[in-house]
């Protein structure tokens, strides 16, 4: 699958390259067509049409977001109506608010609380399905994950289990509480591709 955007080219997927398992998402969005590309800067985000923010320690990736000014560039980058894509760690960043913490960016309305399934040792595979694509099941993998708790009016719920909310989208911006770049099946990332696409046709 090949996105191509108004201009007639691929569009240039940025994954934030800070901290945690940026790379896995590279070379998923590699996989699926479209460039990918290492964020480290906020003047790069002038030259992607999507951003994923991915899994990792969410208090050091916000304290390097903050050392190297990456908040008021992003803040424009979400308004500009791109596509944002937060996973685990990243999912927690976006978040409206963050159970006993005082940071987050408020680009979707959620609720989150960190480490809810408990530490490393306690991470697990599940398969789930996906609201956009029910043909089969999606093994989602979920490592320290984090637990919605709440989800705002303007939120689409995209997958659950046990009656836990793992993937919300609202508007340009899509979260999951796992890490879909840690396997094969790259139907998550190609729907990101599409909100990409969408976002600046």
Known sequence: MV????????INIGVLALQGAFREHINSIKKCGANALEIKFPQQLNEIDGLIIPGGESTTINKLMNKYNFKTHLDDFYKSGRAIYGTCAGLILIA????????????????????AYGRQIDSFEEYVTLSFDKTQKFKAVFIRAPKITRTGP???????????????????????????????????HEYFLKMAGRSIN
């Open 3 to 10: 996105i191509i955007s108004k201009d007639n080219r691929i």
């Open 96 to 115: 409206n608010k963050i159970i006993n913490e005082d940071f987050g960016l408020n680009y979707i309305d959620i609720d989150v609380e960190r480490n």
């Open 154 to 188: 303007g939120v689409d719920i995209l997958s659950e289990i046990n009656d836990n909310i793992i993937l919300v989208r609202q508007n340009n911006v899509l979260a999951s509480t796992f890490h879909p770049e840690l396997q094969e099946d790259k139907r998550i």
